[in-house]
């Protein structure tokens, strides 16, 4: 019987016929972790006794949740991951260089590679074709110290795509829509595979918002065939030499089929606390908000940046509702510069962040306050996330953050454009 | 080998406990200082948690317990708080490979049957949950063999530390 992406990238990584149940150990083509979670990692990995990154070049530390630091023990923090770079010659990307996942889809994810990273949303890379997904620190200390780990190779969920969107909605809705239909553990364990004849409409900076969020719905790795769309991602990223095709057999196996109809969907929001807690935004409409936070691993891209700015050209956000902006990556913010639209936004009133996690995770630059509501483009609403468990989050597509920056009330962003 | 067995209390929690429930993203800054994070364990999902918590007790929740973010202080900052094994009716996947990458025991299994403050034995060696106070037995999931040799080791570190590579066994 045919294999699926997840069973034939890891068929091929760990040479040995990968089938969905089947316990594999893999070399891994990168093993990465993030500011917040690598502290822990490199204590594992010394305590373990190892003093090698068994391929330092396949190694990377991201300084992005962080960043720039708002406190002396996260400053040490970022010394003692600078030190581990500087002493097992593995890359570092430093503060303002942007989000990991951004940089790991720019910089290194190739089709077929196993990725691992110390982050959840490591499942980004699945856009390009990478079996990629998040674990805790001690095994990524482990991935770097062998340079290989262990999987349980996944079941897997067949999401056949179909249509086109009509105006106004965009792959964010789409993944809420999903994680809405899934449940917040409907996936949990398994591989969600993209396909359907859809795939050709959709550009890999979109099917980064859609893998993105894979792990909201439990998911272990969202994957997406490599095709033109990939080929032509790699070129603008100077890495043509990266591309490999890779698709799924015709013949195979799937634990579920789910179709899903683009022209259907409508702009979608997830409602406080949990992402698949998720409903058309027409009946979020009218919602008075304090923030609304663009950016993130989910839609922080120069295309999330070029939709918010075509609805904010030439207007103000509303007065009671701040608007912050964090382009994911450096490329990210010289190419909006570049653009305009920077400008735009700075002029609509919008207050850029430095690339990098910014508001995401509460720690610093965004805070909420006591029952405040915060309309963001991450992935996670869960209380607390922004810092304080009495504020809420609705989860949206940058469109839809941009049209209720205006209106400082959520708002469909149809009603605008 | 006699069969390992836990006694203790159940402390009860709902479902969809998530990482920044457990421990949130705002204490980043304490990451580098376990002790002191451990003592916001839980802080959002049940404030008494820590003050409540006695050495050997167990986390009982609902289901898909641990959603969220990588960060493995999740199941250090539980286990330094003094819990013996959490009790789900299904947990998130990073979650529960961290939690056996620390040594601690997560079982899968209908947890309605367990009410807060309930006295628990669990056989560790079959996944037997047995409710003290209700008289009522549960079976567990089965863990892969894999994992429930980094679990005997008492979590990843030690497991590596000991076997150098993963051992695999055909079954
Ligand atoms: S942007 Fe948010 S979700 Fe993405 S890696 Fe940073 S903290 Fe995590």
Redesign the pocket.
């Known amino acids: 019987m045919g294999k699926t992406l997840a069973e034939k990238i890891l068929t091929a990584r760990a040479k040995t016929d990968a089938r969905a149940g089947d316990i594999v150990v893999a070399n891994v083509d990168l093993a990465f972790v993030?500011d917040t979670t690598g502290p822990l990692t490199v204590r594992q990995f010394k305590e373990s006794g190892f003093r090698k990154v068994a391929e330092p070049q396949n190694a990377v530390i991201f300084l992005?949740?962080a960043a720039p630091s708002p406190a002396r023990q996260l400053s040490n923090d970022h010394m003692l991951l600078r030190r581990f770079a500087h002493e097992t010659s593995c890359h570092i990307y430093e503060v303002g260089d942007g989000?990991?996942?951004q940089l790991v889809a720019e910089r290194f994810a190739r089709p077929g590679d196993i990725i691992v990273g110390s982050?959840?949303?490591t499942v980004t890379a699945g856009a390009l074709g990478a079996f990629a997904t998040g674990m805790g620190s001690s095994d990524v200390a482990v991935a770097l110290a062998l340079g290989k780990t262990w999987f349980r190779v996944p079941e897997t969920f067949f999401i056949n795509l179909k249509g086109v969107f009509s105006t106004g909605v965009y792959a964010k809705d789409l993944i809420l829509y999903l994680i809405g239909q899934l449940g917040a553990d409907g996936a949990t364990y398994k591989a969600l595979e993209f396909g359907g004849e859809a795939l050709a409409h959709i550009a890999v900076p979109e099917r980064l918002t859609i893998a993105n969020m894979a792990v909201e719905a439990g998911a272990k790795v969202g994957l997406f065939p490599s095709d033109e769309a990939t080929q032509e991602f790699l070129a603008a990223q100077n890495r043509s030499d990266s591309y490999r095709p890779l698709y799924p057999d015709a013949d195979a196996h799937y634990e579920r089929l789910i179709s899903l109809n683009m022209a259907e969907l409508e702009p979608m929001a997830s409602f406080p606390h949990t992402v698949d807690n998720a409903f058309p935004v027409s009946l979020a409409r009218g919602i008075k908000i304090q923030q609304v936070f663009i950016?993130?691993?989910?839609n922080?891209r120069l295309e999330d940046l070029a939709v918010a700015t075509s609805i904010l050209q030439g207007k103000k956000r509303s007065p009671d509702t701040r608007l912050l902006v964090a382009p994911a990556s450096r490329q990210v913010l010289t190419q909006a510069m570049d653009n305009g639209y920077i400008k735009t936004l700075i002029e609509a009133g919008a207050v850029i962040l430095p690339p990098g996690?910014?508001a995401?995770?509460g720690l610093h630059q965004g805070v909420l306050g006591d029952g405040e509501i915060c309309l963001s483009t991450?992935?996670?609403n869960f209380r607390g996330r922004m810092g304080n468990p009495e504020a809420m989050i609705y989860l949206a597509s940058p469109a839809t953050a941009a049209a209720s920056a205006i209106r400082g009330e959520i708002t469909d962003p149809r009603e605008i454009m | 080998m006699p069969d390992i067995i836990l006694k203790g209390e159940a402390i009860k929690l709902g479902d969809n406990i998530s990482t920044d429930l457990i421990i949130p993203g705002r204490y980043a800054h304490l990451r580098s200082n376990l002790p002191q994070l451990a003592k916001h364990a839980l802080e959002d999902a049940d404030p008494t948690f820590v003050s409540r918590v006695r050495p050997g007790d167990f986390l009982v929740a609902g289901k898909n317990f641990g959603l969220g973010?990588s960060r493995e202080h999740a199941p250090v900052v539980i286990k330094m708080a003094g819990i013996s094994a959490i009790l789900a009716k299904s947990a998130a996947r990073i979650f529960f490979r961290n939690a056996i990458n620390q040594g601690m025991p997560v079982l899968l299994c209908d947890t309605d049957k367990i009410s807060d403050g309930d006295q628990l034995e669990i056989n560790l060696s079959h996944g037997a949950v047995t409710n003290l106070t209700s008289g009522a037995k549960l079976s567990c999931s089965k863990t892969p063999p894999l994992m429930s040799a980094i679990l005997g080791e008492g979590g990843l570190i030690p497991y590596i530390q000991k076997h150098k590579d993963f051992v695999i066994t055909k079954h």
């Open positions: 993030q992005d949740h989000v990991c996942h982050d959840s949303h950016g993130t691993c989910t922080g996690c910014a995401c995770l991450a992935n996670r | 973010s």
